[in-house]
């Protein structure tokens, strides 16, 4: 009986411990959500609940490297997880991007030419707004009709950044506004819906950056076969890429967490785009050894995707 008595003794104090584990993570988000992050090198510029007649309003914050006037001569990188690129004390997880002090070091090197960070803010919709919605298409038709693909909204988060966001800042910042001088970057899912935007909108992007790109959609497309959504996408990307070496795509994984996963996925995908004609110029597929699925890693290699997109 007393051996019982300390075992539930025991599980009780391990069920406490992880109620106050919990309610610490639940206090912590909820007090940094309304929270405004703050940058240490050049300058943030918020739009809280940017109205849109397309998705739901979200917010949106323009970094200014330093020294930036309206009209300088600026390319425009559009971000997304916004809220995860700047400040690591207004975050869910404490981790962050460091997009400031990255791309501030690099302008100051003269490694990247100068650039705007427009950071879109993800919503609890984030899953169906950076998926892909074309690609479904090609996904079986006995498949299909099992899965509702209704709530995806890829589309319409895309036609919000091109169609009411981009018009908002290039009349704002008139940066430079051309598609060799405006860019889109992501991770994860973000690292989907950056690829699909070049390929639905390649008169408006000149490149993507997609970090640790979510391609084996795992957890994604109930109903469906394992392989069915991600060899979707596989299709998909084949029948609307950008024709050679008229854009720059920059990939990559690590090899630790989700990205552990990602491996042959995005074999195939190098596949898919080096067997359309791109060379290592305008396309590159990198591999962290250790790297994690998270903003400190990604952090660490950022410079790498703006160096492409953004080279001198």
Same mark, same amino acid.
């Given at each position: 009986m007393a051996k019982k008595r300390k075992t539930r003794?025991?599980?009780?104090?391990? /069920?406490? *411990?992880?109620? *106050?584990? #919990?309610?610490?993570?639940?206090?912590?988000? #909820?007090?940094?959500?309304?929270?405004?992050?703050?940058v240490s090198h050049g300058t943030l510029e918020m739009f809280p609940k940017f109205e849109s007649q397309i998705i739901p309003a979200r917010d949106v914050a323009v970094w200014l490297p330093e020294g930036y006037q309206t009209g300088d001569s600026c390319d425009v990188l559009y971000m997304h997880d916004g809220q995860m690129l700047f400040d690591a004390t207004t975050t869910w997880n404490r981790q962050e991007w460091c997009v400031d002090e990255?791309? %501030?070091? #690099?302008i100051k090197a003269g490694t990247i030419r100068p650039c705007i960070v427009v950071a879109i803010w993800n919503t609890r919709?984030? *899953?169906?707004?950076?998926?892909? %919605?074309?690609?479904?298409?090609?996904?079986?038709?006995?498949?299909?009709?099992?899965? /509702?693909?209704?709530k995806l909204k890829g589309d319409a988060y895309l036609q919000f950044i091109v169609h009411e966001l981009k018009p908002f800042i290039d009349e704002r910042y008139k940066p430079l506004t051309s598609r060799d001088h405006t860019f889109i970057m992501g991770s994860s899912m973000g690292g989907l819906i950056s690829l699909y935007a070049l390929c639905e909108y390649p008169q408006v992007f000149g490149g993507a950056a997609c970090l640790s790109t979510h391609l084996s959609m795992a957890h994604l497309g109930k109903g469906l076969e394992g392989e069915a959504l991600p060899t979707a996408y596989l299709y998909y990307v084949a029948q609307h890429l950008p024709f050679a070496n008229s854009s720059l795509i920059y990939m990559d994984r690590?090899?630790?967490?989700?990205?552990?996963?990602?491996?042959?996925?995005?074999?195939? *995908?190098?596949?898919?785009?080096?067997?359309?004609?791109?060379?290592?110029?305008?396309?590159?597929? #990198?591999?962290?050894?250790?790297?994690?699925?998270?903003?400190t890693c990604w952090s660490k290699r950022l410079h790498l995707p703006l160096q492409f997109l953004l080279r001198k």
């Amino acid at each position: 009986m007393a051996k019982k008595r300390k075992t539930r003794n025991f599980v009780w104090i391990i /069920d406490v *411990l992880m109620l *106050l584990l #919990l309610g610490v993570m639940i206090w912590y988000m #909820l007090s940094s959500r309304n929270r405004v992050p703050t940058v240490s090198h050049g300058t943030l510029e918020m739009f809280p609940k940017f109205e849109s007649q397309i998705i739901p309003a979200r917010d949106v914050a323009v970094w200014l490297p330093e020294g930036y006037q309206t009209g300088d001569s600026c390319d425009v990188l559009y971000m997304h997880d916004g809220q995860m690129l700047f400040d690591a004390t207004t975050t869910w997880n404490r981790q962050e991007w460091c997009v400031d002090e990255v791309i %501030d070091s #690099l302008i100051k090197a003269g490694t990247i030419r100068p650039c705007i960070v427009v950071a879109i803010w993800n919503t609890r919709d984030r *899953l169906n707004e950076y998926s892909p %919605d074309k690609s479904w298409e090609y996904i079986a038709q006995v498949n299909s009709m099992e899965t /509702d693909a209704s709530k995806l909204k890829g589309d319409a988060y895309l036609q919000f950044i091109v169609h009411e966001l981009k018009p908002f800042i290039d009349e704002r910042y008139k940066p430079l506004t051309s598609r060799d001088h405006t860019f889109i970057m992501g991770s994860s899912m973000g690292g989907l819906i950056s690829l699909y935007a070049l390929c639905e909108y390649p008169q408006v992007f000149g490149g993507a950056a997609c970090l640790s790109t979510h391609l084996s959609m795992a957890h994604l497309g109930k109903g469906l076969e394992g392989e069915a959504l991600p060899t979707a996408y596989l299709y998909y990307v084949a029948q609307h890429l950008p024709f050679a070496n008229s854009s720059l795509i920059y990939m990559d994984r690590g090899t630790k967490d989700f990205d552990t996963d990602y491996g042959p996925y995005q074999v195939r *995908l190098d596949d898919v785009i080096r067997s359309k004609g791109w060379d290592e110029e305008h396309y590159v597929s #990198l591999v962290f050894e250790g790297h994690g699925h998270n903003e400190t890693c990604w952090s660490k290699r950022l410079h790498l995707p703006l160096q492409f997109l953004l080279r001198k």
